[in-house]
């Protein structure tokens, strides 16, 4: 590998690994300094389509409707308020460590874990705010030296390894560099900088997006110490470390920003449909207890009507408690109309869309319900978990082109164009129909672009 190569995976180890470092930043440094070296916007995108094919071929990507939307509405209510134009894109992994982290290109990841682990949406919404923060101040790529792309796809699959922490940073890194322990003491230096600049930036998002400001040192800080005396703490603690010092800057810069309400009640229905036997009222009113028991029953498949129907009168504006209701509703009354109500209010909510279609399947409907969800392929930019639903719906019809066809679209939106290609040749030769040889010829030109 070329030297500037060898830079990269060094940032991408202190990144990864900075409970390691040992001196603190004393002051936040000058972001945007002119002296910083950035590799180019065709390179993030490069790095950021090899990663989310291995994001999406290697690792164990959540699947509930539900719990992807709640994370990617979060996403979206923080982005709003920043101005670097990336194409940001969350997904959720179903690993039970305490663990987020920020990918290249825009691309954030939570473990179920740590939605688990989260006492309040403010908790959870500080910790993606804080990954957002180490994107829009360029971490992955300052010090970064321009190199040739190399092997794009191994380069994207140990930074995967490295940031899930499913791989020791250190082995991966010494593979690449031969144990180069100066330069890694070097590097790590920074990546205590980037934390505290993360902290800052993240904060002030947390506070514009109407979040509690303060929700992202305590949350840290109570890991830390309910951590504390443990073998192994939160892989989160290894790769965001917690100082005294750390912890006092956050809870000052907090105080300087304005307080809201915490949203307390979707995270624990969302924690709910991760671990439906978990129960976990404290801090809630007596409202939102009625409402998590509600729910709970409604996922356990328990005539939850009566008890939907107190919940919702009483917290009308839940989105939800809503669509629980609705769905419970029509497949009472068989008939999706209170879903298809509800669609035009919310119309670009990915979960709500797959419980209309789920309303569908229950009725034999596959044909509906493949409808409803390329429809709503055509609202949204999340179109990966639509895509792959559609394919398999197609599957159980055999209607092997289609499903084909519609697998290409989901390998093309998780960037992996060389199996994208394959399906479109597989698809190709299992179809005579001219409208769907259009769609694989034109799908394939631009795969060529």
Known sequence: MQKSLISCFILLFCLSSGSKAH???????????PGLVLYDRNMEIDLGRAFLTALHTEYDMTTDPFVVEYIRQIGQRLISHTADGRNYRFFVINRPEINAFAGPDGIIGINTGLILA??????????IAHEIAHITQEHLSRRFEQFEQGNM?????????????????????????????????????????????????????????????????????NLHRQHNHTNRPPEILLTHPVTERRTALALARAE?????????????????????????????????????????????????????TEATNTLPNNRL????????????????????????????????????????????????????????????NAKIELFNKISELYNQQQKTAHALY??????????????????????????????LLLKINNLNEKIRE
């Open 256 to 308: 300087q920003l304005r307080s809201t309400e915490e949203q307390r009640l979707n995270l624990k229905l969302i924690q709910a449909r991760l671990n439906p036997s978990r129960l976990e009222t404290r801090g809630l009113s007596s409202n939102e207890q009625l409402a998590l028991t509600c729910y709970q029953q409604y996922l356990s498949n328990q005539n939850s009507l009566t008890c939907l």
């Open 406 to 435: 519609f697998q290409a679209l989901r390998e093309t939106e998780i960037g992996n164009l060389r199996r994208a290609r394959h399906l479109l040749m597989r698809a190709k030769e299992n179809t005579d129909e001219r409208d």
């Open 321 to 380: 408690l809503k669509i629980a209701l609705a769905d419970t509703q029509d497949k009472l009354e068989q008939n999706p109309t209170n879903l298809i109500k509800i669609s035009n209010i919310y119309p670009q909510d990915n979960a709500l869309a797959f419980t209309l279609a789920n309303h569908y399947i229950s009725r034999q409907n596959i044909d509906l319900a493949i409808n409803t969800l390329i429809e709503q392929s055509k609202k949204t």
């Open 153 to 221: 796809a191994s380069l994207a699959s140990l930074l995967a390894a490295i940031l899930i922490g499913t791989q020791d940073p250190s082995a991966g890194i010494a593979t690449f560099i031969g144990g180069s322990s100066l330069a890694i003491q070097n590097q790590l230096r920074f990546s205590r900088i980037h934390e505290h600049e993360a902290d800052s930036m993240g904060i002030q998002l947390l506070s514009k997006a109407g979040y509690n400001p303060s929700a992202l040192a305590r949350f840290f800080d």
């Open 118 to 127: 989260a006492a309040t949406e403010d908790e959870l919404a500080s910790v």
């Open 23 to 33: 001196s603190p930043a004393q002051s936040l440094p000058d972001l945007g300094s």
